[in-house]
């Protein structure tokens, strides 16, 4: 099973700011590397798969890059709504389709 | 427009059983592999099982196999997933998943999610 570690666990900043999250994989998932947004009460959303192609819809300020055992989700500039919580989720390698534990973005 | 909606939560004792369903509309739906993945209270996700579109594969998570069960009725663009010999440690929102899929060149994982139904296993 293909393990997937996030850091950091929370990271707590400013509208406006950037926030740069990182997805580390026990093993190569090549580029097959998504990333999700969840609020509370919600389903979770795509937003990046493939590593760094954004889903439909999605805001130009999130971006994604990596590759191997090593990924990176940045929001680019903050804005209110982007507070949220973010799993990154492998499909390289499954049965199981796995996720990270989640890095908690909240408001400074 | 995709949708997913779930029902079939509900409070049920340990041991007990129930059954989870997924309408979905919008899209092909007999083209499409899909999955449950649930979230426990304040947890982070956790996949729980796949069917693919056909139903002739299926797997699940070590920690549901031998007692629960995905299946599908193309005919009625659903899923379901019956769930037998219930555990404290099954209380979790379920989600039913679509994908993942390619179209052309491009594969996508989990592409939509639908709201989730919450199964409460307790006594």
């Known amino acids: 099973e293909i393990v997937l570690t996030q850091s950091p666990a929370t990271l707590s900043l400013s509208p406006g700011e950037r926030a740069t999250l990182s997805c580390r994989a026990s093993?190569?998932?090549?580029?097959?590397l998504a990333w999700y947004q969840q609020k509370p009460g919600q389903a979770p959303r795509l937003l990046i798969y493939?590593?760094?192609n954004r889903a439909t819809g999605i805001p130009a300020r999130f971006s994604g890059s990596g590759s191997g055992t090593e990924f990176t989700l940045t929001i680019s500039n903050l804005e209110p709504e982007d507070f949220a919580i973010y799993y990154c989720?492998?499909?390289?390698?499954?049965?199981?389709?796995?996720f990270g534990p989640g890095t908690k973005v909240d408001i400074k | 427009e995709v949708q997913l909606v779930e029902s079939g939560g509900d409070l049920v004792k340990p041991g007990g059983s129930l059954r989870l369903s997924c309408a979905a509309s919008?899209?092909?739906?007999?083209?499409?592999?899909m999955n449950w993945v649930r979230q426990a209270p304040g947890k982070g996700l956790e996949w729980v099982s796949y069917?693919?579109?056909?139903?002739?594969?299926?797997h699940y998570a070590d920690s549901v196999k031998g007692r629960f069960s995905i299946f599908r009725d193309n005919a009625k663009n659903s899923l379901y997933l019956e769930m037998n010999s219930l555990r404290d440690e099954d209380t979790a929102v379920y989600y039913c998943?679509?994908?993942?899929?390619?179209?052309?060149?491009?594969?996508?994982?989990?592409?939509?999610w639908g709201q989730g139904t919450l199964v409460t296993v307790s006594s």
């Open positions: 998943a679509r994908g993942p899929h390619c179209s052309g060149n491009t594969c996508y994982p989990f592409d939509y």
């Open positions: 919008g899209f092909t739906f007999s083209a499409y592999s």
């Open positions: 069917i693919s579109s056909g139903s002739s594969i299926k």
């Open positions: 093993q190569s998932v090549s580029n097959y």
């Open positions: 493939d590593a760094s």
């Open positions: 989720h492998q499909r390289h390698t499954w049965p199981p389709f796995t």
